[in-house]
């Protein structure tokens, strides 16, 4: 296992300054931590578990400082800040793992790379690695029992600098290995040895509540790696077998001798068998092992309960100070005593000492009097001629019987021994009698709540599902309504927004969710998968916006609620009908603006414009070019088209260039007679899905996105993406063999034997992220290439509803509910067709899921009046199970729609085709069909539906007479 293995080439020294400065203790801990490495004489075994500790710590932080580095990419963008150096080499690793992770759970195609799979199963063991180490490390700290956890780190340890070293690591397991089944070994022998002895276990100090207090010692009796450790430590080089043996021999002159001292202190010694990983090492007398019970009782058993976790920590290493051969010098002074202890300070506060320890043994003999039944009987079985009857605290619910019964034993007993027993005491009895009354009460007043609590739960559960019914009938019957829809987190912003408050419909929405989420664990799969679709949609309104009051943000819920539409059982279809009337009127030509770009009038072609004519041996593609017009790339019955796709499919290719801008690698491929296409080759298989961890502009760009979505441009009949085909070439001979220079540079023969390049770009063209042939074919989108005439240059426009391309700013429409109004009044968007361009292309990507729309460009000579060029459509198809409601954030601020639009949607929600199918007919004739994974197809069906129901809710929403100010009839 390597610690390297992380990708991290950070600076160790500025690291280890990093976690040095988080780990930095505040002087007090550190006072504290001296005094306690002062005390303790395992600081080499214990000091081993704490660089374990700072290890999986320092490899959290080092998680974190990934994320460090790349929270400091600020616009990670095209416009490049981003370079591909260190940068991008830890993100990436995690998302190689990441990739994997979809790969394992989706089963998917396997990585070809078989580089990329080193790395990402090295990255993943040494995952597994720091997650068990972490695990290791925090035991201690996060587990119940608290006395488990080591003293704190040492500054020494704390200046080890573990990490470097990967032997050590290994030592670290093997040592932990040893220790474990050297533990069992040891705990294996000690029950033996225990039932050698035939402890008592009953004898114990019964001042306060016996759990507590075996707690504390049981943990000393099981064990833990630190007390082991330190057992280790003390013991040093002598054997196991043969220190358990002298241990045992101790034990037994100890038992011996105890038995000739006062029968008191020899419940002592049998009870201290708690305590053998410490007085296993020291040689005790009787008195000694009383103090240190006692003080194993205070700073064990009761900090467990007590104390602050912290606290507890500290507490452990002051206990274990203490047991530490020095601390059972009798001259040591008192520790610290805990607040419930303080009767037993101030007994012994009286006390010199030596004689204090004495009295403290009488003192517990006589408190030994509250011994429980079990061990009371057992006494009473093995030591009748000790006369003692003891007695613990009561556990149970019904020991209060048996302490009455065994008080009244003592009675009579007692009175014939001599033993210090004071139960014929008439205060104490009446102490007993009030105790055993205010239990009755106790676990009368316990029963009776939790009997409460159980009727409120169950009568919740039944509220629950009684409702889940109701609120799915009210839900059916305000779709078939027309209502308009409240789902997801931020229908309370959106309601506010809209002034128009669905509040209670929001709450009970939000209550519904609650429920349906609960009555999962009753098996109800329609609930379970409606849950999951609100959900999911509640994360798109809130990934994909702020919850400012954003008309977009009701949207987003709307669409969460038609996202959880389509998995619930069929309701009938709803064909838009209200829609498809307001398509005959003009009353809502606010909201659906009869707008179509009327291509028969005022349409020069580009050749008409720069007077340009195409030679006869022109070929089909500069034909094409040359035939764009201002409103469209191509006629709705262009033959060229196809021609054109043909072209880039079969023509042989003569040259490949890198193709320069943009982030990722793109290639320029000529064909003979100046025919070019922009290439994107294929990195994963059609049903890789965008990384998890992936943001927009991170995520690969996949080539058949680039062809479905010139399908889809087509299909909608925007006809303004250029004709895209799919292609395999050959990467030897059609790549390779013709690339240019500084192409062929990043060439490169992986381990495999695959010839592969990653070329030059800001993302993802380094060696790890190579495009490989399999094993010699590439698979790739052609699109055609836009034309080049000199005085046909395009403009680039930043499109009104861009992303921040920052990970933690927003964009101004995600925050400003209002933010449409701003545009309407910004030229080009305060005429013309513009607006409602970006109204069709808010429909197209959200259709694709493409949320990477940046900047759009359009045919500089056509001026304002002109359509804007679909173009880098490679970052749609990602998530074929997600809608990203986000995207559709201009129609549903702005609820404006061109009519010709609406109207293809309807066509496609009602049929007689959906659009599934015609794109899958229309993607069927290209040479790398299948081209889309089926659930992006089914995907554009669903999404269709979630715009209708949006633009449903627009007109709801903008009645005719109550037109908001801002909102300008742009179709008038
Ligand atoms: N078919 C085409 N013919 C010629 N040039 C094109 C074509 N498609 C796109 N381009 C140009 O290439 C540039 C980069 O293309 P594209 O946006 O697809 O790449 P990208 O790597 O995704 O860029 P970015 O990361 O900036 O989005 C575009 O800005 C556009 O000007
Ligand atoms: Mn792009």
Redesign the pocket.
């Known amino acids: 296992m390597s610690l390297k293995s992380s990708g991290s080439e950070i600076d160790v020294s500025q690291r280890n300054a990093n976690i040095r400065n988080l780990f930095t203790p505040t002087p007090a801990a550190m006072a504290k931590r001296k005094e306690a490495r002062k005390r303790s004489q395992s600081s080499v075994s214990l000091q081993r578990n704490h660089s374990e500790m700072e290890m999986g710590q320092n490899y959290l932080y080092n998680g974190n400082n990934g994320n460090h580095y790349a929270d400091d990419n600020d616009d990670q963008?095209?416009m490049g800040v981003l370079n591909a150096l260190g940068i991008n080499q830890l993100p990436m690793t995690g998302n190689q793992s990441a990739m994997k992770q979809y790969h394992a759970v989706n089963g998917y195609g396997q990585n070809k790379a078989s580089h990329k799979d080193g790395q990402s199963n090295s990255n993943k063991s040494n995952n597994g690695w720091h997650q068990s180490a972490f695990e290791l490390a925090m035991k201690p700290a996060s587990g119940s029992a608290l006395v488990h956890a080591p003293p704190p780190v040492p500054l020494r340890s704390r200046q080890h600098k573990s990490w470097k070293s990967t032997s050590q690591l290994e030592n670290f397991i093997n040592s932990n290995e040893e220790k474990q089944s050297k533990h069992l070994q040891m705990e294996l022998e000690l029950e033996q040895q225990q039932q050698d002895m035939a402890v008592d276990f009953g004898n114990e100090m019964t001042w306060g509540k016996s759990v507590e207090k075996s707690q504390a010692l049981n943990h000393l009796r099981t064990l833990s790696p630190s007390s082991l450790s330190y057992q280790a430590t003390v013991g040093r080089s002598a054997p196991l077998a043969e220190r358990l043996q002298r241990f045992r021999n101790r034990q037994q002159q100890q038992r011996e001798q105890n038995e000739e001292q006062e029968q008191q202190q020899q419940y002592y010694v049998s009870a201290d068998i708690d305590n053998i990983p410490f007085i296993g090492q020291v040689q005790l007398s009787a008195e000694q092992i009383g103090i240190a019970n006692l003080h194993s009782h205070n700073n064990f058993g009761n900090s467990t309960n007590r104390r602050s976790s912290a606290g507890n920590v500290s507490s452990l290493v002051d206990a274990i100070g203490r047991y530490s051969p020095e601390a059972f010098d009798e001259t040591e002074p008192e520790p610290e005593l805990e607040p419930d202890f303080e009767l037993e300070q101030q007994f012994e506060e009286e006390l010199t000492p030596r004689r204090r320890q004495r009295v403290l043994i009488k003192r517990r003999t006589v408190r030994t009097a509250k011994q429980s039944p079990l061990a009371s009987a057992r006494a009473n079985e093995g030591k009748n001629e000790k006369t003692t009857t003891t007695k613990r605290e009561p556990k149970s619910g019904i020991a209060w019987l048996s302490r009455l019964q065994s008080e009244k034993n003592n009675q009579v007993v007692g009175a014939t021994t001599t033993s210090t027993n004071n139960s014929n005491n008439p205060i104490m009895a009446v102490l007993r009698t009030m105790k055993l009354k205010e239990r009755l009460a106790i676990s009368l007043g316990a029963t009776l709540v939790l009997l409460t609590l159980l009727l409120i739960v169950d009568v919740q559960m039944d509220f629950g599902v009684a409702n889940r019914h109701l609120l799915q009938q009210q839900q059916q019957q305000q779709q078939q309504q027309h209502q308009k829809l409240r789902f997801g987190s931020n229908v309370n912003d959106y309601d506010a927004a809209s002034g128009k408050g669905a509040m209670g419909a929001g709450i009970l929405h939000e209550f519904k969710r609650k429920f349906l989420q609960k009555s999962n664990s009753s098996g109800s799969k329609e609930a379970s998968t409606q849950a999951t679709g609100s959900q999911s949609g509640g994360v798109a309104g809130t990934s994909g916006q702020d919850g400012g009051g954003s008309a977009a943000g009701g949207g987003a819920g709307a669409g969460a609620g038609s996202g959880g539409m389509s998995t619930r059982k069929p309701i009938p279809h709803d064909r838009y009908v209200d829609l498809q009337k307001l398509l005959l009127t003009d009353e809502y030509s606010h909201v659906i603006a009869d707008n179509a770009p009327d291509v028969t009038m005022d349409n020069p072609t580009l050749g008409e414009m720069l007077h340009l004519r195409g030679g006869a041996n022109a070929s089909n593609l500069e034909r094409f070019q040359l035939r764009i017009t201002k409103k469209e790339l191509y006629g709705e019955h262009d033959t060229l088209v196809d021609a054109v796709l043909r072209d880039m499919i079969k023509l042989p290719i003569q040259h490949v260039v890198q193709?320069e801008?943009?982030?990722?690698l793109?290639l320029i491929i000529q064909y003979p007679n100046d025919i070019?296409?922009?290439m994107?080759p294929m990195r994963f298989p059609r049903d890789q899905q965008t990384l998890p961890n992936h943001f927009y502009?991170t995520d690969y760009?996949r080539h058949n996105a680039e062809i479905a979505a010139f399908h889809l441009d087509r299909i909608l009949g925007f006809r303004r993406a250029?004709p895209v085909a799919g292609r395999t070439l050959n990467i030897t001979t059609e790549i390779y063999q013709l690339a240019e220079e500084n192409l062929l540079k990043t060439f490169f023969v992986s381990p495999s034997l695959n010839l592969c390049f990653h070329g030059k770009?800001s993302?993802y063209c380094d060696t790890s992220h190579a495009i490989c042939g399999n094993p010699d074919m590439l698979e790739g989108s052609f699109?055609?290439?836009?034309p080049?005439f000199e005085s046909s240059n395009?403009k680039?426009w930043r499109h009104p509803w861009r992303r921040s391309y920052h990970k933690r700013k927003k964009a101004l429409w995600e925050t400003d509910a209002n933010y449409c109004a701003l545009v309407r009044d910004t030229p080009p968007y305060d005429e013309g067709r513009r607006l409602l361009d970006l109204m069709d292309m808010a429909v197209f990507d959200f259709l694709t899921g493409n949320m990477?729309r940046?900047?759009y460009?359009t045919f500089k000579v056509y001026g304002n009046e002109t359509f804007p060029l679909h173009?880098?459509h490679?970052?749609g198809f990602g998530r074929p199970f997600h809608d990203e409601l986000s995207i559709l954030a201009p129609v549903l601020q702005c609820c404006l729609l061109r009519k010709s639009t609406l109207m293809k949607l309807l066509e496609f929600h009602n049929g007689p085709q959906p659009l599934s199918q015609l794109m899958q007919e229309s993607l069927s004739n290209d040479p790398v069909s299948p081209v889309l994974w089926q659930p992006h197809l089914e995907a554009l069906d669903r999404r269709t539906g979630i715009i209708l129901q949006s633009i449903r809710d627009c007109i709801k929403r903008n009645p005719p007479g109550e037109m908001d100010n801002s909102e300008t009839d742009l179709s008038s």
Do not use: I, P, S, V
């Open positions: 963008h095209g193709k801008g943009g982030t990722q793109k070019k296409a922009l994107k502009f760009e250029m770009c993302y699109a055609a290439f836009l080049n395009r680039l990477d940046h900047h460009e173009l880098d490679g970052r």
